[in-house]
């Protein structure tokens, strides 16, 4: 399964997840880019999100752009796995304008959520 063309002309992505804690739902708009078999999300503050350490935990939630969503599962490319750093410079591709250059801190500090789209959600 892959995201619908519809899907690429939206900016942001709402993620679902359950929370550490609590096991409480949590959303969050996130930058997105294409991946294969759904989407690449990234969090520039090496994983310290509260979206990004809820993920990791449960591996798993709800991936919504535009009027499209999907059950994701998630996996999350090591620092020297290539996948990260095409990842990474797609988000500067897509973000970055305006004499904006965050590849080199992103390449740095960045970590990447590799979600993979399971079921759509009618």
């Known amino acids: 399964m892959e995201l619908p063309e519809a899907a690429l002309g939206h900016r942001y992505c ?3 997840t359950r929370t550490r804690i609590s096991d409480r739902s949590h959303t969050a708009e996130l930058w997105f880019v294409p991946a294969p078999g759904g989407a690449y999300l990234m969090s520039g ?3 310290l999100t509260s979206w990004f ?3 990791q935990t449960e ?7 535009g009027d499209h969503g999907w059950r994701v ?3 999350f490319p090591g620092r020297d796995d290539p996948e990260r750093a095409l990842a990474l410079r797609a988000f ?15 390449l740095r500090d960045a970590v ?3 979600l993979v789209l399971v079921s759509d959600l009618r």
Request: hydrophobic share 30%.
């Open 73 to 75: 599962r998630a996996s």
């Open 92 to 106: 500067h591709e897509r973000y970055d304008h305006g004499g904006k250059n965050r590849l080199e801190p992103w």
């Open 59 to 65: 591996e798993e939630g709800v991936l919504r752009i």
């Open 45 to 47: 503050s090496g994983g």
């Open 112 to 114: 990447v959520a590799h």
């Open 14 to 16: 709402l993620l679902t």
């Open 53 to 55: 350490l809820n993920l």
